[in-house]
């Protein structure tokens, strides 16, 4: 069992942790026609967005409340009343992602009857539905922010598709819509939008019809599209979240996952299970394996279980054994510092201490559970300083690009990872899960040490 | 900081916004308020980083929850010719127990271990909104903390909720002048000191200038901020001139060292060789002899004929391309020289941010036919390069992926950007950049529809036996 280290320092010195209301953004950007709405003050929304920004390399929708040192001490109330309005007026979204910031936490803005007495004045939003996440920025990181926000996203009741609210179905693909068997996957915020890309495409392969929530991959992936948007282009639409329901199983994929999957359960009794990490052959042999059972499933008692894995699968399964024969003897033995948020770290560390990999030092930013799960003795909770004094010896960094400077003067290499990532394209397409992308992550770590001729 | 200085700073009596409309009372682009839904900028806080940030050898202590900081150190694009301490991200990175209990204890303990880990020559300490809301009290807690470490310890009092990224630039620049200038002095002095105020050394930009200075024996004395040590701004009182490159942002720093030290200010560019030209001669005739403006004339000489020769080329190529031009402020007639002297055009441009002054220069540079957009947004911007036919965008980071999207060239003229464009030698660096833009193979690919798009398929194969 890992023991987890608090740091002492009363300060962050070369922080590793983004805010949670970032976190809860970044959730809500996987929803398609939404725009998340910041209620704080304008700055904590323009660093959001710049960070965003530069990591996607996109234009990401995002807005503000605006407070002001009056609006805050008198309430919220009216700005974000304004706010909606005026998001609805240019903006016409299909859903509206409402998160708190520490300012208007510390106020401790009545947001439950803010929301109420809005909806009361204003009887015309009654079509757009608000989903609200509380996300003080003194709680937590971005991956506590994400978790929270994905756990309102289900929690939230987004009525009963009428024929009008089904927007892109046609007569006949509504029809296989029902008589298709759904799947649910909570897609933590370890996964990039790459990585939920060829997850959709593995349960779609089962012959499954996949609800991602929250879906990046159609919103922060990296396409162009022929208008000009100011609220998402893409990712889980309304339609599908009012299909919520109707899913057989529920696949939670991170750790801090769990709540949401549970809350589905509470709600409509789906059945959850929850996959900690999804690189590695053992884990993704889990995933597919649990696709191929909720594909052969029938309500019928006497049904003999014959579950299938596509020809496809079978085949890249042999390739990762191939390719973890190739590159474990540039893994093997070497030493990696990792500075992740904890559902990432989980999953990278494992999957390095299975190719033979040391793990010398783990630093991370939030309290979790899985992180007494880690293959490492300790974990500290911390910051890049810490990761500096842990990090000298070892023969590969793992974390995001603020730890460019660090490795630098450490001399040793660095693979970028979470967070932002400034220095590096294609964020947006990166796949590093499923059998093929624990594949090319493997390579992509062999050759930085084939590089520099290990 | 009191009510009342955030007042002044508001109605700061330098800045024309407030000059010109004297007899209306508010001076719009200080004092508006973000509008909720719709507002984009960036907070008081991270104006006063900009501002301060520059400042080298310094450690910058942001005293709040992760938001402020843990989303934005170590993203400014000021470049240091010595030390990196500036490039670190510091954090009190206050939790519930600090909100309940107070952050004054954890800020003290986090000073001291700044101090002791890696010895600035000063610590900047920011106040962000939790703890301003909170009550914490900055300026007592770096009081204490100065006494004990003899190490200057200055608080800057910019919560992100007193306003914008302009008041924030002043709220630094007035801690500068509180607690910074005119603490030291310098080794010696010359006649021809002068201070650089406003600019922040963005991916080098004060390099292709600095050189030309030292040319005609101009001594810059104290940079405020970019590439600066601390020391260097605590003697900046003794120089004979300010300029003031970015005008507005620090303009209470110019206004108040006229008043208290007697320099007098002057506001200059460095993007395009007329407002290079200028910048020169105004300096060499607010504190020079004949000697410096006569050497002050032969370098302009010089550099133009060079400019005229690197740049022949580039006209050519550039020659009537049309632009949009959207950024704040003095950049606009900055960028909108910098254009004319490559014979592009300006086909539309921003005024929100910019004072009358700027306005009426704006308006003679762009002609009858210019448009100037007073209020934009993404949308509205793309609107305007369609109904123009622009050839590009030029325009901060934040609107990059906007013209992208729409498949149009596009230019990156603010904070983030990665090519220094001042002086000279900037503006030879802008046209290989524009004629890149411009020309870059992509454009008909990005544009181009699929074959099964087209409504006339190209060709047709037979296919089978
Ligand atoms: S608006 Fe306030 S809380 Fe947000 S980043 Fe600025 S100072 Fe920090």
Same mark, same amino acid.
């Given at each position: 069992m890992t023991t987890i280290t608090r740091n002492k320092k009363s300060v962050a010195v070369n922080p590793l942790k983004q805010s949670?209301?970032?976190?809860?953004?970044?959730?809500?950007?996987?929803?398609?026609? $939404?725009?998340?709405?910041?209620?704080?003050?304008?700055?904590?929304?323009?660093?959001?967005?710049?960070?965003?920004?530069?990591?996607?390399?996109?234009?990401?929708?995002?807005?503000?409340?605006?407070?002001?040192e009056v609006s805050t001490i008198l309430g919220g109330e009216e700005n974000i009343e304004q706010a909606i309005l005026t998001l609805v007026e240019k903006a016409q979204p299909n859903l509206l992602g409402l998160l708190t910031t520490g300012l208007t936490e510390t106020r401790g803005d009545d947001m439950e009857g803010i929301l109420k007495s809005i909806r009361q004045r204003h009887p015309e939003l009654d079509y757009l539905p608000i989903i609200f996440v509380s996300t003080p920025?003194?709680?937590?990181?971005?991956?506590?922010?994400?978790?929270?926000?994905?756990?309102? $996203?289900?929690?939230?009741?987004?009525?009963?598709?009428?024929?009008s609210n089904v927007e892109t179905f046609h007569e006949t693909s509504l029809q296989q819509i029902t008589s298709q068997k759904q799947v649910t996957i909570l897609a933590g915020s370890l996964l990039a939008p790459g990585d939920v890309e060829e997850i959709k495409e593995i349960v779609e392969a089962f012959g499954l019809k996949v609800l991602v929530i929250p879906d990046l991959s159609g919103s922060v992936d990296g396409h162009l599209d022929d208008d000009y948007n100011s609220k998402t282009p893409g990712g889980t639409s309304l339609s599908q979240l009012q299909q919520l329901k109707r899913s057989l199983f529920t696949i939670a994929i991170g750790e801090s996952m769990g709540p949401a999957a549970e809350t589905l359960q509470q709600r409509f009794g789906t059945n959850y299970e929850i996959l900690p990490r999804l690189t590695g052959l053992a884990a993704v042999d889990k995933f597919l394996w649990l696709l191929a059972q909720i594909a052969n499933y029938k309500s019928d008692p006497d049904w003999q279980l014959n579950p299938q894995v596509p020809q496809k699968y079978q085949r890249q399964r042999r390739q990762l054994q191939d390719a973890i024969l190739d590159t474990h003897f540039y893994l093997g033995g070497k030493k990696v510092s990792?500075?992740?948020?904890?559902?990432?770290?989980?999953?990278?560390?494992?999957?390095?201490?299975?190719?033979?990999?040391?793990?010398?030092?783990?630093?991370?930013?939030? &309290?979790?559970?899985?992180?007494?799960?880690l293959p490492i003795d300790n974990v500290t909770i911390g910051d890049l300083e810490d990761l500096e004094d842990l990090a000298p010896g070892s023969d590969l960094i793992i974390t995001?690009?603020?730890? &460019?400077?660090?490795?630098?003067?450490?001399?040793?290499?660095?693979?970028?990872?979470?967070?932002?990532?400034?220095?590096?394209?294609?964020?947006?397409?990166?796949?590093?899960?499923?059998?093929?992308?624990?594949?090319?992550?493997?390579?992509?770590?062999?050759? $930085?040490?084939?590089e520099l001729g290990h | 900081m009191t009510k009342?200085?955030?007042?002044?700073?508001?109605?700061?009596?330098?800045?024309?916004?407030?000059?010109?409309?004297?007899?209306?009372? @508010?001076?719009?682009?200080c004092t508006q308020q973000a509008k909720p839904g719709a507002a984009q900028g960036g907070c008081a806080f991270d104006g006063a980083s900009i501002a301060l940030v520059p400042i080298t050898d310094a450690a910058h202590l942001v005293h709040? +929850?992760?938001?402020?900081?843990?989303?934005?150190?170590?993203?400014?694009?000021?470049?240091?010719?010595?030390?990196?301490?500036?490039?670190?991200?510091?954090?009190?990175?206050?939790s519930e127990n600090d909100i309940i209990f107070g952050g004054e204890k954890r800020l003290y303990e986090a000073i001291t271990q700044v101090i002791k880990r890696y010895h600035p020559p000063a610590i900047f300490v920011y106040s962000t909104c939790v703890t301003a809301l909170i009550g914490d009290d900055l300026d007592a807690v770096c009081e204490a903390a100065s006494q004990k470490f003899s190490t200057p310890v200055i608080p800057v009092n910019s919560p992100g909720f007193v306003g914008s990224k302009n008041l924030g630039n002043r709220l630094g620049g007035e801690s500068l002048l509180d607690y910074v200038v005119g603490t030291a002095e310098p080794e010696y002095t010359t006649p021809y000191?002068?201070?650089?105020?406003?600019?922040?050394?963005?991916?080098?930009?004060?390099?292709?200038?600095? +050189?030309?200075?030292?040319?005609?024996?101009?001594?810059?004395?104290? &940079? $405020?901020?970019?590439?600066?040590?601390?020391?260097?701004?605590?003697?900046?009182?003794?120089?004979?001139?300010?300029?003031m490159i970015c005008s507005k942002a620090l303009i209470n720093m110019g206004r108040k060292m006229e008043e208290r030290y007697g320099i007098p200010y002057i506001e200059e560019s460095f993007y395009g060789v007329e407002d290079m030209n200028r910048c020169l001669r105004n300096i060499a005739q607010k504190i020079g002899d004949e000697a410096l403006q006569q050497r002050v004339e032969t370098v302009i000489a010089e550099e133009t004929a060079k400019l005229d020769i690197a740049l022949a080329p580039y006209r050519a190529r550039l020659k009537d391309k049309k632009m949009v031009l959207y950024t704040g402020g003095v950049k606009s007639w900055s960028v909108m020289s910098a254009a004319h002297d490559l014979g592009m055009k300006v086909v539309a441009t921003s005024t929100k941010k910019s004072t009358e002054e700027d306005k009426a220069k704006i308006k003679k540079l762009l002609g009858k036919d210019g448009i100037a957009l007073a209020k934009g947004n993404a949308k509205e911007?793309?609107?305007?390069?369609? @109904?123009?036919?622009?050839?590009?965008?030029?325009?901060?980071?934040?609107?990059?992926?906007?013209?992208? &999207?729409?498949?149009?060239?596009?230019?990156?003229?603010?904070?983030?950007?990665?090519?220094?464009?001042?002086?000279?030698?900037?503006?030879?660096?802008?046209?290989?950049?524009?004629?890149?833009?411009?020309?870059?193979?992509?454009?008909?690919?990005?544009?181009?529809?699929?074959?099964?798009?087209?409504?006339?398929p190209p060709e047709k194969v037979s296919v089978g036996k």
């Open positions: 949670p209301p970032l976190g809860a953004a970044l959730a809500f950007l996987g929803l398609k026609g $939404i725009v998340p709405l910041f209620h704080g003050s304008q700055g904590c929304t323009a660093f959001a967005k710049v960070l965003l920004v530069r990591h996607f390399r996109e234009a990401i929708p995002l807005a503000t409340t605006a407070m002001t920025d003194y709680k937590g990181s971005l991956q506590d922010g994400f978790a929270a926000a994905v756990q309102s $996203i289900v929690a939230t009741d987004y009525g009963t598709p009428i024929k990792l500075a992740l948020e904890p559902d990432l770290l989980y999953q990278t560390s494992w999957l390095l201490k299975e190719l033979g990999a040391e793990i010398q030092a783990a630093v991370t930013t939030t &309290k979790s559970s899985i992180l007494k799960e995001n690009s603020q730890g &460019k400077r660090l490795a630098d003067k450490l001399n040793i290499p660095l693979y970028r990872m979470g967070y932002p990532i400034y220095d590096r394209l294609g964020n947006g397409s990166r796949c590093l899960v499923g059998y093929r992308g624990t594949m090319q992550f493997l390579f992509a770590l062999g050759n $930085i040490f084939l | 009342p200085k955030i007042a002044d700073l508001l109605n700061e009596p330098g800045c024309e916004h407030n000059h010109k409309k004297g007899q209306q009372g @508010k001076n719009k682009a709040g +929850p992760i938001a402020c900081a843990g989303n934005s150190w170590g993203s400014r694009g000021s470049l240091s010719s010595g030390a990196t301490t500036y490039k670190m991200g510091f954090t009190t990175d206050i000191d002068i201070n650089l105020i406003g600019e922040y050394n963005i991916a080098g930009e004060l390099w292709g200038v600095l +050189p030309l200075f030292e040319k005609v024996g101009i001594r810059v004395l104290s &940079k $405020i901020t970019g590439d600066a040590t601390f020391e260097e701004i605590r003697y900046a009182h003794r120089a004979k001139l300010n300029v911007l793309l609107k305007v390069i369609a @109904k123009t036919k622009a050839d590009m965008l030029v325009a901060g980071g934040r609107n990059q992926y906007t013209a992208l &999207k729409a498949r149009i060239p596009f230019l990156d003229i603010n904070q983030e950007r990665h090519n220094p464009y001042a002086g000279y030698v900037g503006l030879i660096e802008m046209a290989k950049e524009f004629d890149r833009a411009l020309h870059s193979p992509i454009w008909q690919q990005v544009r181009q529809p699929a074959p099964w798009e087209l409504s006339v």
